[in-house]
């Protein structure tokens, strides 16, 4: 039984990445230099990790990372994906398509072995539940302040938009009265409750809300990209980091996406973030309109209470009415 399957199409690259894990763990990984190969020996090996290079002529880490997520041994599947490109959006769509850990090279000695240990130290075909766990040295908040840095660096709008969104829905919590380690969480995790939409082509991000019916299911989409980034994860922040992300655009009424969850089914925090988003969103220039007034967004938005959102934010919302001029923004 093999623990770690190592593919990359160069093959002095091979000897040297197996010659590291014989090295920390005692054992030869399994080595491709093509990546179908190595897809169709997968089930069969079960590794504990799977390295993955991301440039790679036939199929790169992302296709190989994507088609492995389809087969049902490893959807949880540790993969530390390895590249030499500067490409800023590389990161965001690595974790998107399935990767665990992202590495740039030259990589760092000390770092890979640490990634090492810590993914094959389970038995071989322990279920870990890691998908799309961004490995930090630092904590959970650490962790989201590097994501949102990288939203920042793919699109200062997104980032800009996202803290808009945590100090609406922080200042919604306050005045719903969530418990104070509820509010702390709310303000790290929304920073990043959109991330997923770096998966959606700017092009597409650009277009006015009228999108083709091709494009919305693209936009849709980038809630799973999100929950893919961030899921997978034991520690509680990022846990509910990936709720937020996933849920926030589920309707209260159950006629939103991406799980039709109606009512308290939706995660309490989610539910504030929609309320928060809508505002800051009708409210926010747009390259296809104009923002609206602070009092039609939220007439706009009281209108939808108990249908696309919870009754109990709404009111809390409509008590922030005098301060709501300080959450405006321009895009």
Excluded at 63 to 69: D, G, S, V
Excluded at 164 to 189: K, N, T, Y
Aim: aromatic share 6%; net charge negative; proline share 6%.
């Amino acid at each position: 039984m093999y623990r770690v399957v190592i593919v990359d199409d160069d093959e002095a690259t091979l000897k040297l990445y197996s010659a590291i894990v014989k090295r920390v763990l005692g054992e030869t990984p399994i080595a491709f230099v093509d990546p179908f190969a190595a897809l169709k020996e997968l089930e069969r090996l079960r590794p504990a990790l799977v390295i993955v290079d991301y440039f790679m002529p036939e199929m790169d880490g992302i296709a190989f990372t994507q088609a492995m997520r389809e087969l049902p041994p490893h959807a949880f599947t540790p993969v530390l994906m390895l590249t030499a490109h500067s490409d800023h959006t590389l990161g965001p769509r690595a974790l998107g398509a399935g990767a665990t850990t992202f590495i740039e090279k030259p990589i760092s000695l000390k770092d890979f072995t640490a990634q090492l240990r810590r993914f094959t130290v389970a038995a071989p075909h322990t279920s870990r539940s890691t998908f799309g766990e961004i490995v930090m040295p630092t904590d959970e908040r650490d962790t989201i302040e590097r994501l949102h840095r990288t939203m920042r660096a793919c699109s200062r709008d997104l980032a800009e938009q996202a803290e808009a969104v945590r100090d609406v829905a922080v200042a919604i919590a306050e005045q719903m009265q969530v418990s104070g380690a509820e509010i702390e969480a709310l303000s790290s995790a929304a920073l990043v409750y959109d991330i997923g939409m770096l998966s959606v082509p700017e092009r597409v991000r650009a277009t006015p809300s009228a999108l083709p019916l091709r494009w919305r299911s693209i936009v849709n989409s980038h809630v799973d990209a999100g929950a893919a980034i961030l899921g997978g994860a034991v520690r509680p922040l990022l846990r509910e980091a990936e709720a937020i992300a996933r849920f926030h655009h589920e309707r209260y009424d159950g006629a939103g996406y991406p799980d039709g969850l109606a009512g308290a089914e939706i995660p309490l925090l989610a539910r504030i973030v929609a309320v928060a988003d809508t505002y800051v969103a009708l409210t926010s220039e747009r390259p296809h309109r104009i923002e609206f007034t602070q009092s039609h967004a939220i007439s706009q938005i009281r209108g939808e209470s108990g249908k696309a959102f919870d009754p109990d934010v709404v009111e809390a919302f409509a008590r922030l009415e005098g301060r709501l001029g300080e959450f405006r923004r321009s895009a």
